[in-house]
């Protein structure tokens, strides 16, 4: 896709994301909505994947590590046509398959259940490694948020895939910097993020504006040319990209907008269309 395509799924995706936390009334828009031109880069362009052969051996795998950014996975998802659009209005819902955090029992095209915090990496990591037992020439990439990397047991899993070269793997942190309770260096500092996976024997790629779609197109090409090391992308975004309201707010981690400020998020997301229809 050009990049003004990929634009235009983002935005997309986005609308998604505020419409599935509405309908569910709770979910996590904050970091789902910083994420979501990754999420659309990973499942329109970079990923080797096919919604009508997701069990397929040979396709990419991706983890979402920060499992309860789901809206956002699922906008992404539904819009590469693993499921109908429609299905996002039935978030948290009882019965559905859409679950508060994603679960590869209900949802064919997830690789892995995720939600506890620190978990999906080593997932990733495990999986990257049986890709080289096997060798096979799939991808795995994994979407961390800079909040999760406090968590010990992510350190343990780059520990393990540096050492074991693991080129087939990325590991994406979403350095949007904030948390649920609040600034990300006021809570736990995790930086230097970018010295740490150095430290790691991780090849480092920071994109100093994670929200747009050629910077991710560069570090996703490096990524891949990269051989004999795990990747890092650290990519700066902003937590609540697109909703006047959101952004850089860390108070829209885990709240879902009532009926006047789902209008209002909608008709940002509406201009932001009107735009890029206007390139």
């Given at each position: 896709?050009t990049?003004l395509?990929?634009q235009?799924?983002?935005?997309?995706v986005?609308?998604?994301?505020?419409?599935?936390?509405h309908?569910a009334?709770?979910?996590?828009p904050g970091?789902?909505?910083?994420?979501?031109?990754v999420f659309?880069?990973?499942y329109f362009?970079?990923m080797?994947?096919?919604p009508?052969d997701p069990k397929?051996?040979?396709?990419d795998?991706?983890?979402?590590?920060?499992?309860?950014?789901?809206?956002?996975y699922y906008?992404?998802?539904a819009?590469?046509?693993?499921?109908?659009?429609e299905?996002?209005?039935t978030l948290?819902k009882?019965?559905s398959?859409?679950q508060?955090h994603?679960?590869?029992?209900?949802?064919?095209?997830?690789?892995m259940s995720s939600?506890?915090?620190g978990?999906?990496?080593?997932a990733?990591v495990?999986?990257?490694?049986?890709?080289?037992?096997?060798?096979?020439d799939?991808?795995?990439?994994?979407l961390?948020?800079d909040?999760e990397?406090?968590?010990?047991?992510?350190?343990?899993?780059?520990?393990?895939?540096g050492h074991?070269?693991l080129?087939?793997?990325?590991?994406?942190?979403?350095?949007n910097?904030?948390?649920?309770?609040?600034?990300?260096?006021?809570?736990?500092s995790?930086?230097?993020?970018d010295?740490?996976f150095?430290a790691?024997n991780?090849?480092?790629?920071?994109?100093?504006?994670?929200?747009?779609?050629?910077?991710?197109?560069?570090?996703?090409a490096?990524?891949r040319a990269?051989?004999?090391?795990?990747s890092?992308?650290?990519?700066?975004?902003?937590?609540?990209?697109?909703?006047?309201?959101?952004?850089?707010q860390?108070?829209?981690?885990?709240?879902?907008p009532?009926?006047?400020?789902?209008?209002?998020?909608?008709?940002?997301?509406?201009k932001?269309?009107e735009?890029l229809?206007?390139?």
């Amino acid at each position: 896709m050009t990049t003004l395509e990929l634009q235009k799924m983002a935005n997309e995706v986005r609308k998604g994301i505020v419409t599935a936390v509405h309908s569910a009334k709770a979910g996590h828009p904050g970091g789902s909505l910083s994420a979501a031109d990754v999420f659309t880069y990973l499942y329109f362009e970079e990923m080797n994947i096919d919604p009508k052969d997701p069990k397929n051996p040979d396709r990419d795998r991706f983890v979402l590590s920060k499992g309860h950014t789901a809206p956002g996975y699922y906008s992404a998802m539904a819009h590469r046509g693993f499921f109908p659009v429609e299905d996002l209005t039935t978030l948290r819902k009882l019965g559905s398959h859409l679950q508060g955090h994603p679960c590869m029992q209900h949802i064919a095209g997830i690789d892995m259940s995720s939600g506890s915090l620190g978990q999906g990496i080593s997932a990733a990591v495990g999986m990257a490694l049986a890709g080289k037992m096997d060798k096979k020439d799939y991808r795995v990439y994994t979407l961390l948020g800079d909040g999760e990397i406090q968590e010990g047991q992510v350190w343990e899993a780059s520990m393990f895939a540096g050492h074991r070269k693991l080129d087939n793997l990325v590991v994406i942190v979403d350095n949007n910097g904030l948390q649920i309770d609040g600034k990300i260096d006021d809570v736990c500092s995790p930086y230097p993020i970018d010295k740490k996976f150095e430290a790691f024997n991780f090849h480092v790629i920071n994109v100093a504006d994670g929200n747009d779609m050629d910077q991710l197109r560069a570090a996703f090409a490096e990524a891949r040319a990269t051989k004999g090391m795990p990747s890092a992308i650290i990519m700066k975004t902003v937590k609540g990209k697109g909703v006047s309201f959101m952004e850089n707010q860390a108070s829209w981690h885990g709240v879902a907008p009532n009926d006047e400020q789902y209008a209002v998020a909608m008709a940002d997301l509406e201009k932001v269309g009107e735009a890029l229809c206007q390139k």
